[in-house]
């Protein structure tokens, strides 16, 4: 079955463990992040633009 105690004490040692990101560390990702998206965004409207071109 599922070991509740286990559990707690593997996320207790994970959160003790685990730090906060530094600013550079955070505005890096912050960057990265948005670009992805912009990305995905920007395949998304050249799909849909060759698509409406082919009809």
């Known amino acids: 079955m ?4 286990g559990f707690i ?3 207790r ?10 600013q ?5 990702i912050i960057k ?3 670009l992805g998206i912009v990305l995905i965004g920007l395949i998304g409207v050249i799909i849909s633009f060759v ?3 082919v009809q």
């Open 9 to 11: 004490n593997q996320s």
């Open 2 to 5: 599922f070991d509740i105690m």
């Open 51 to 53: 698509l409406n071109l």
């Open 24 to 28: 550079k560390e955070f505005e890096k």
């Open 32 to 34: 990265i992040t948005a």
């Open 13 to 22: 040692r994970v959160m003790n463990v685990a730090t906060l990101p530094r």
